[in-house]
């Protein structure tokens, strides 16, 4: 089992930026695969970005790509998520989600935390 907790959601203006923090216990960290994603109101859960165990290998959904970057800390068992230029379509619930295995995708992820929300006003 894997615990995620995720943390720096918050309100911010149109064009700005936020950091999102995500705190894995459990098991070995750095046997997994990591990835963000995105809930909005009325919309199905979207995957954002994913990153390999050891951080080399990145992936990143068109919506985001260039904007957002994912990046991990595997000796403080953290992923995080540097948010730019942000939209107000950017606006949504986020969540980190774990998935064993080596292949960074947008699918197949086991664990998750309870999310975080990010507002972004216009």
């Known amino acids: 089992q894997v615990q995620l907790v995720e943390s720096g959601g918050g309100l911010v203006q149109a064009g700005g930026s936020l950091r999102l923090s995500c705190a894995a216990s459990?098991?070995?960290?750095?046997?997994?695969?990591m990835g963000w994603f995105r809930q909005a109101p009325g919309k199905e859960r979207e995957f954002v970005a994913g990153?390999?165990?050891?951080?080399?290998?990145?992936y990143y959904a068109d919506s985001v790509k260039g904007r957002f970057t994912i990046s991990r800390d595997n000796a403080k068992n953290t992923v995080y998520l540097q948010m730019g230029s942000l939209k107000p379509e950017d606006t949504a619930d986020y969540y980190c989600?774990?998935?064993?295995?080596?292949?960074?995708?947008?699918?197949?992820?086991?664990?998750w935390g309870q999310g975080t929300q990010v507002t972004v006003s216009s």
């Open positions: 989600a774990a998935r064993s295995g080596a292949v960074v995708t947008s699918s197949g992820y086991n664990y």
């Open positions: 990153i390999s165990r050891i951080g080399i290998n990145t």
């Open positions: 459990g098991r070995t960290f750095s046997n997994y695969v």
